[in-house]
């Protein structure tokens, strides 16, 4: 079954210039059928697309600067329960949604060849990253839990919501630096959509 996925452009002159080639190209691996929609969109626009899951994309700049548009949206999407997979932007604008703050790093991380941990099994991935900005995990709720870290200098590269079917990352799982080590986190946000899917479709026939 097509899964009908949202790319959520977090920044309005995202949605005008952004290239996110490599995003839909590996949505399209798992059957998804992609639409992107401006920072600027109400909710109610979004709710007549029927998603299965929503992609907060990721861009240049101060998170806190540039999320004027978007975090009253993301926040009733997360009101929702529609999943949500935030990539580099897409992953501190989140996090300002769910009541966190971000930081401005001394250097950032630029480049290829960064490592990153897995906490879950602790298996390192080398990745992409183009940020000067990091998530503070420390200012989030208890109910979302870090999931990523750098090796380079211990800063947050990931995290998900315990209750909730949302989860993101600081780095570019859709680059090649490993060259394949994060496609797996694609996977998992198509699983996750699954069964969600299949937990509302067993609530309707009750």
């Known amino acids: 079954m097509t899964l009908r996925i949202i790319i959520f452009s977090t920044i309005e002159k995202l949605y005008r210039f952004w290239n996110g080639k490599n995003i839909i190209r590996m949505l399209n691996t798992y059957d998804c059928e992609t639409k992107i929609?401006?920072?600027?969109?109400?909710i109610d626009r979004i709710m007549q697309y029927d998603p299965d899951g929503v992609l907060l994309s990721n861009g240049p700049g101060d998170p806190e600067a540039t999320s004027t548009y978007s975090l009253e949206l993301i926040r009733d999407i997360i009101?929702?329960?529609i999943p949500i997979f935030g990539i580099c932007l897409g992953h501190q604008i989140l996090a300002l949604a769910l009541g966190g703050k971000t930081k401005k790093m001394s250097f950032g991380h630029h480049g290829a060849n960064h490592p990153v941990q897995d906490l879950s099994n602790k298996k390192v991935q080398i990745t992409s990253m183009n940020h000067g900005f990091t998530v503070d995990m420390e200012t989030l709720p208890s109910n979302v839990k870090e999931t990523h870290r750098s090796l380079f200098d211990q800063s947050n590269c990931g995290f998900e919501v315990k209750d909730k079917p949302i989860f993101s990352v600081q780095f570019h799982p859709e680059a090649s630096p490993g060259p394949q080590d994060c496609y797996y986190i694609f996977e998992k946000f198509i699983k996750t959509i699954q069964s969600v899917n299949k937990r509302n479709s067993?609530?309707?026939?009750k």
């Open 37 to 42: 929609f401006p920072a600027k969109t109400e």
């Open 202 to 205: 067993r609530a309707k026939k």
């Open 79 to 81: 009101d929702k329960n």
